[in-house]
T-cell receptor, first 111, second 114 residues
Framework: GDSVTQKQGQVTLSEDDFLFINCTYS??????LFWYVQYPGQGPQLLLK?????NKGISRGFEATYDKGTTSFHLQKASVQESDSAVYFC??????????FGTGTRLQVSP | GGIITQTPKFLIGQEGQKLTLKCQQN?????MYWYRQDSGKGLRLIYY???????QKGDLSEGYDASREKKSSFSLTVTSAQKNEMAVFLC?????????????FGKGTRLTVV
């Protein structure tokens, strides 16, 4: 079945640092790839999604690029703010199966 | 837009107790989900339902029951609470189950078992 892997459990940065969170995936079909963000006390919410048609998604200063060759789906932001502190989940949805979530990466940004 | 309402927000139970969590959505979505989130961990799927009266087991269904009597509601029962158990249970919904479907989440029910 489909799967996604996030190896970074926690990332600690200072404001204005560059953010890079890696996610790799496995599927036998053409997936849609998502990044969800979960702020404290809230449920996860969609940050951005990328399909095989466009390869890249941009939202709120975050950018994600889908690389079919390496089956990876990175999330990056040029300059993080303290308000970006949250848990970030990558997720995959294929035409034949329900969405699959990664284990999440906790981002802590200090002022 | 719509909203997913989970009740209660906080639930304290005793070991061995049967506990029920409720979820309502007004998106008119067909598919609903229950996930468990342990501290610092990811989202583990307990049950999902693709339509009224349908139930599908997820990876963590043992120890839980679920019920989808109406399209808008999906309840989860912990059949026997485990001592010192602490987790957040997240209800979610989506239009369907595949393709580019976005999943919408509630704010969660925080369970503590004493």
């Amino acid at each position: 079945g489909d799967s996604v892997t996030q190896k970074q459990g926690q990332v600690t940065l200072s404001e204005d640092d560059f953010l890079f969170i890696n996610c790799t995936y496995s599927t036998t079909t053409y997936p849609t790839l998502f990044w969800y963000v979960q702020y404290p006390g809230q449920g996860p919410q969609l940050l951005l999604k990328v399909t095989t048609a466009n390869n890249k998604g941009i939202s709120r200063g975050f950018e994600a690029t889908y690389d079919k060759g390496t089956t990876s789906f990175h999330l990056q932001k040029a300059s993080v703010q303290e308000s970006d502190s949250a848990v970030y989940f990558c997720a995959l949805s294929s035409n034949t199966d329900k969405v699959v979530f990664g284990t999440g990466t906790r981002l802590q940004v200090s002022p | 837009g719509g909203i997913i309402t989970q009740t209660p927000k906080f639930l304290i139970g005793q070991e061995g107790q049967k506990l029920t969590l409720k979820c309502q959505q007004n998106f008119n979505h067909d598919t609903m989900y229950w996930y468990r989130q342990d501290s610092g961990k990811g989202l583990r799927l307990i049950y999902y339902s693709i339509t009224e009266n349908d139930l599908q087991k997820g990876d963590l269904s043992e120890g839980y029951d679920a019920s989808r009597e109406k399209k808008s509601s999906f309840s989860l029962t912990v059949t026997s609470a485990q001592k010192n158990e602490m987790a957040v249970f997240l209800c979610a919904s989506s239009i369907g189950t595949g393709g580019s479907t976005e999943v919408f989440f509630g704010k969660g029910t925080r369970l503590t078992v004493v």
